[in-house]
Each structure stands twice: as C-alpha cells, then as structure tokens.
C-alpha cells in the first residue's frame, strides 16, 4: 500500500486471496490483476491451463517487513534464534 501511496494511487482491492494458485486462477480467467512477494512455481499457466504473464518489479524504495512471531512469553530455542539470525542476514544481502 505504501507504494501506491507514495504515487498518489489508491487501488481498488475486491479480494485479498491467500493462496497464490488461486490468485493465478483469477487473473487467469481475467478477474484482476495480482501483486505477489515471490514469482510462483509452474508460473507460465494458470491451474486451467490460461496463460499468465509476469512482470518483475524493482526493490522498493522503503524498508520491507518481514517477521518471525513466536508465543509470547516462551524462551526462543538456540536452533529458532540461528535461523532468525541466518534469515536477518541473508535478507540484508538481497535488497
């Protein structure tokens, strides 16, 4: 949302869908448009066999979010804490 804000955009968003093959499907059958964090798997159809196409976009200009969660109130386990830390680090070096 940031980024559309940052254009002066605000988008008309009909549906928030949690599975990226049925984001496919949709745009497939020509329903929208979709906005994804990662290119999908088996990319080039949809489900249906539609063809999809895809645009790469740059990094953005403003910090990206990603967190790990864990309940509250519980110790992190050394093993959790590595692969926060390896995560932190590899994260930094793709932007």
Request: charge should be positive.
């Amino acid at each position: 949302m940031q980024l559309f804000a940052s254009q002066g955009l605000v988008p008309k968003i009909t549906a928030s869908v949690p599975q990226m093959i049925l984001v496919a499907a949709m745009v497939g059958r020509g329903l929208g448009y979709g906005l994804l964090m990662r290119r999908p798997n088996n990319a080039e159809v949809s489900i249906e066999g539609r063809p999809l196409a895809f645009r790469e976009l740059k990094a953005p200009n403003y910090p990206n979010a990603v967190v790990a969660i864990t309940p509250k109130g519980v110790q992190i386990p050394a093993r959790v804490q590595a692969l926060i830390d390896h995560c932190t680090c590899a994260m930094a070096e793709s932007w």
